[in-house]
């Protein structure tokens, strides 16, 4: 494989993953596992003479919306696993079916774990393999989880997993690159690495779950770090098998509504989620709003939070990305997408309605009743002694509640302050506390006060 052969990768920070576009040599392009926005993919293709030629999927994806439909109606063939029962059309490859790319080789490998219908794509040249794409079956110091199919079927997956990677992968040569969709930053696996790539040796000296001495230990040892996942997972796969709605790689925009129009959608069941940064909702917003910030985790956490079946409509203030904001909540399959406040909460506050605002200390002095709604890991990994834990997504659920007694004041913390606002948010339309959010996180108050931070045991 030649230098113009080497995979191009397209990360999503937010999500954790990553696609790639391999160069044909042809003047055609191969895209692995891309994601809704098709624009991303041609732009990096035209800007390398290429067209795309071939999208190929690995598994029904749980956590985005797969963007070979997209490409597909732009001329590209797409090639995924028969067992998927994708509806749209598409080549369905089965283990060991190849496919003739100019003059290198695609070969399927049937590696389920992750999901039932999962495939590796082999990249050969010249029967030489020179690039493995592992989907979730092998990622940089990980693997995928197994438990988003049925909980019935967690460890029967998983089982299968072990399988796979010491049937089909890593009987494969040390040098091979390794190119997975899952990373650092992904609900679909924990890799506590940043590193997006690897070779089959790599993880054959360094991977934990590879070093596991039998089929049982590596089961006991990936079922034991399974950490919360967002509910969106659970619908995503079949939104992929049957094939999303086509929206073009254009920009997209969000309808601008009046005030009285945003109290109208309110009325009628609709979500309001204020995108701005964290001190501008902090300043003002519009009861019963939930604070998302904008930034590459907003789609996670939309996803996370709100109702997909409910029409959703956003706060914003100048200078922030729209078509981001637009394309996250597409990318989590959200299609409800009512619109923005037109002149954002000085339009808001100019027709006399009413306004709620937050408190912000700082985390060095947080103080009280301290709430810390990071994932379960981070809290184990050091907080503030004493403080109380809820997972932000826990907080979504009708009934939940952070301590015992509603009335008494609380500081709410995770790492920065993002993820706080939010949790605030959500407690603020419980009503009954008062409530502030801390900018910061654990070590910032670990320093400043000379003292360790409580480690669980």
């Not at 590193?195 to 054959?204: D, F, K, L, S, V």
């Not at 230990?217 to 619908?235: C, D, I, K, T």
Request: aromatic share 6%.
């Amino acid at each position: 494989m030649g230098e113009s052969a080497i995979p191009l990768l397209l990360v999503n920070e937010g999500l954790g993953n990553t696609s790639y576009l391999v160069d044909l040599g042809d003047r055609r392009a191969l895209v692995v596992d891309p994601e809704r926005d098709p624009g991303p993919y041609l732009a990096a293709a035209e800007a390398r003479g290429l067209t795309v030629a071939y999208t190929a999927e690995t598994h029904l994806h749980a956590d985005f919306v797969s963007g070979s439909r997209e490409l597909a109606a732009r001329g590209a063939r797409v090639l995924a696993p028969a067992a998927g029962g994708i509806e749209f059309g598409h080549r369905g490859l089965r283990d060991g079916d190849e496919v003739g790319l100019c003059g290198l080789t695609l070969r399927a490998l049937a590696t389920p774990g992750h999901t039932p219908e999962h495939l590796a794509y082999l990249l050969l040249d010249g029967g030489r393999p020179v690039a493995l794409f592992s989907g979730g079956s092998l990622l940089v110091g990980a693997v995928a989880r197994t438990d988003l199919i049925d909980p019935a079927r967690t460890e029967e997956l998983a089982r299968a997993l072990w399988r796979s990677l010491h049937e089909r992968i890593l009987g494969l040569p040390d040098g091979l690159p390794v190119y997975p969709t899952h990373g650092a930053g992904s609900f679909c696996a924990a890799p506590a690495g940043t590193e997006r790539t690897t070779t089959i040796g790599a993880e054959r000296a360094g991977n934990p779950l590879l070093a596991a001495p039998s089929e049982d230990a590596f089961v006991r040892l990936l079922l034991g770090g399974l950490g919360s996942y967002p509910p969106y997972f659970l619908r995503l796969r079949e939104v992929n098998r049957q094939g999303p709605a086509l929206y073009g790689p254009g920009p997209a925009a969000l309808a601008a509504l009046t005030a009285d129009d945003l109290r109208r959608l309110l009325g009628a069941g609709a979500t309001l989620v204020d995108a701005r940064p964290v001190g501008s909702f902090a300043a003002g917003h519009v009861p019963g709003a939930i604070s998302i910030a904008l930034r590459p985790a907003f789609g996670t956490w939309l996803g996370w939070l709100a109702d997909p079946d409910r029409p959703v409509a956003f706060v914003l203030e100048p200078g922030q990305d729209r078509a981001d904001l637009v394309r996250q909540a597409r990318n989590i399959g959200f299609e409800r997408l009512a619109g923005e406040l037109a002149g954002g909460m000085p339009a808001w506050e100019s027709a006399g309605l009413p306004v709620h605002r937050t408190r912000l200390v700082p985390a060095t002095e947080a103080s009280g009743t301290v709430l810390d709604v990071r994932q379960a890991a981070e809290y184990q990994a050091g907080h503030l002694p004493g403080a109380c834990h809820i997972e932000l997504g826990a907080l979504a659920r009708p009934g939940a509640r952070p301590t015992r007694e509603d009335r008494e004041p609380l500081t709410v913390m995770c790492g920065h302050g993002e993820r706080a606002m939010t949790a605030a948010s959500l407690l603020a339309r419980q009503g009954g506390r008062d409530l502030a959010v801390a900018i910061g996180g654990p070590g910032d108050w670990a320093a400043a006060h000379d003292q360790p931070l409580e480690i669980p045991r």
